[in-house]
């Protein structure tokens, strides 16, 4: 997930560029996101019995994570790109998500080819980092956008998307069978709900001055440096967890 930077118009000073309350809100992401997959890993080498696509406790889980990316992903455009397109770091960044997007989906073809990941996260935020630019400036209306697409999304399907040229689109009538799968609808909602907040609380001064909330607590420093280095976290940190967990079953059994 990347932490996308704020516009140098926003905040007077170099240290002051990023809102660290957002940052603090994708770490805590990112941490969620920890618990989540460590699971799952313990679930593919043996040491638990979850099944991750029927009980509520974790879909509903996966989708608070996916929402709270989702949602600060959609701030961060609107503070890097309402005023201007930003166009050599935006470019810099999509090209890193296309990047990591093929890597991911050849990685986990090598691991699941059965259920390999098309259209997962990654790839989601890379087309959403792109049609978000086309909302930025359309302020309080991203929120009723986004709560109508979340409609859509939720509650209208057709087979036309069932087709495989078709399936990142979402509206499909069941889920694709695919290790993480983030498609366009309804998810490009909370992309969208972000841009409205983001709106909101830079045009509301009481709520422009919470944001600027500052801390030095150790949790909020280590959430927020999370929150900083999102992607590069995302990339590595299963690869991590995958070889500890290889290495301890090779050890005990």
Not at 192 to 205: E, K, R, S, V
Not at 238 to 252: D, E, M, N, R
Request: proline residues 5%.
């Amino acid at each position: 997930m990347p932490a996308l930077q704020p516009d140098h118009n926003l905040m007077s000073k170099p240290d002051q560029q990023r809102l660290i309350l957002i940052d603090l809100l994708r770490g805590l992401a990112i941490a969620m996101m920890f618990s989540y997959h460590f699971s799952f890993d313990l679930d593919y080498f043996g040491y638990i019995h979850v099944d991750f696509s029927t009980e509520p406790f974790w879909l509903n889980y996966r989708a608070l994570i996916v929402s709270l990316f989702l949602c600060t992903m959609g701030y961060s455009l609107y503070l890097a790109h309402h005023t201007r397109w930003r166009r050599q770091a935006w470019l810099k960044r999509f090209g890193w998500l296309v990047l990591a997007s093929v890597g991911v989906s050849l990685s986990s073809y090598l691991m699941y080819p059965k259920s390999f990941i098309f259209f997962g996260i990654l790839h989601f935020i890379a087309l959403a980092s792109l049609l978000g630019l086309l909302f930025t400036r359309l302020g309080y209306l991203n929120l009723l956008l986004g709560v109508i697409v979340l409609l859509i999304g939720n509650y209208y399907s057709n087979r036309f998307f069932n087709q495989p040229a078709w399936q990142w689109f979402g509206l499909m009538t069941h889920r694709p069978v695919a290790e993480d799968y983030v498609p366009l609808f309804p998810w490009f909602g909370m992309v969208l709900i972000g841009l409205g907040l983001a709106h909101w609380t830079q045009n509301t001064p009481a709520l422009t001055r919470l944001l600027h909330w500052q801390s030095r607590h150790p949790l909020v420093t280590t959430l927020t440096f999370g929150g900083r280095h999102s992607l590069l976290i995302y990339l590595l940190h299963q690869p991590i967890f995958l070889g500890l967990l290889y290495v301890v079953t090779k050890l005990i059994r």
